[in-house]
């Protein structure tokens, strides 16, 4: 439960916000005076770009927090968020935050341990453009945090948006990888067989 979650003190006192599948949670260039909590349900956040076109950053799940980055470096946003499915959010602000440090001070050390992870995941996605497309998505089921039941929850599409390819060719790759034991293809999902192997080959060559 996202109760439980190290993230739970941010909730305290404070109202939840309820979104519903394709209602947007914050725009791409606008003020980050706030960052959200997701206390439950599936978000994606999103580039887009001035013709319009449209790039997966990354799916956050309950527990995780969304728009943190801009927050703290007080600079627009450098992308968009909408609710995949229904959604409950905490909004935390600067003044929410401050007395939350005030009370759990070891939260602050979490907060930088949280923001080096994003950081990371920014970066692997600028890595990622100089990688061939079966590379790039082995590379992105690699960062997918599975399920329990160890399911990826994702679209041949969204995975597609995330990497900049296609879906046929996600299709594609999925298959081949799925014939090599690498992976379990399902609707919606995947399992991952063999990280080791699916690691791998996305370091092949390199060195």
Not at 32 to 45: D, E, M, S
Not at 54 to 80: K, M, N, W, Y
Not at 115 to 144: M, P, W, Y
Not at 191 to 203: E, G, M, P, S, V
Request: aromatic share 8%; net charge negative; with cysteine.
């Amino acid at each position: 439960m996202a109760q439980d979650h190290i993230w739970a003190p941010l909730a305290e006192g404070q109202p939840t916000h309820h979104r519903e599948p394709g209602q947007m949670i914050y725009l791409q260039d606008t003020e980050a005076a706030q960052f959200y909590y997701i206390l439950t349900g599936t978000v994606k956040c999103f580039i887009s770009s001035p013709d319009g076109d449209e790039r997966t950053l990354a799916l956050h799940h309950g527990g995780e927090l969304i728009g943190e980055a801009s927050f703290f470096d007080r600079q627009p946003r450098v992308s968009s968020a909408v609710a995949v499915t229904p959604c409950e959010l905490i909004s935390v602000n600067r003044q929410h935050l401050e007395a939350v440090f005030a009370r759990r001070p070891d939260l602050a050390i979490s907060m930088l341990e949280y923001l080096a992870r994003t950081v990371r995941l920014l970066s692997g996605h600028v890595d990622s453009a100089f990688l061939q497309a079966d590379k790039r998505i082995a590379r992105h089921l690699l960062a997918l945090e599975p399920d329990a039941g160890g399911l990826l929850h994702c679209t041949r599409e969204e995975i597609g948006s995330s990497v900049g390819v296609s879906r046929v060719t996600v299709s594609r790759v999925l298959g081949d990888f799925d014939r090599r034991g690498w992976v379990e293809t399902g609707y919606k999902s995947l399992k991952l067989r063999n990280r080791q192997a699916i690691a791998d080959f996305l370091t092949e060559g390199v060195g």
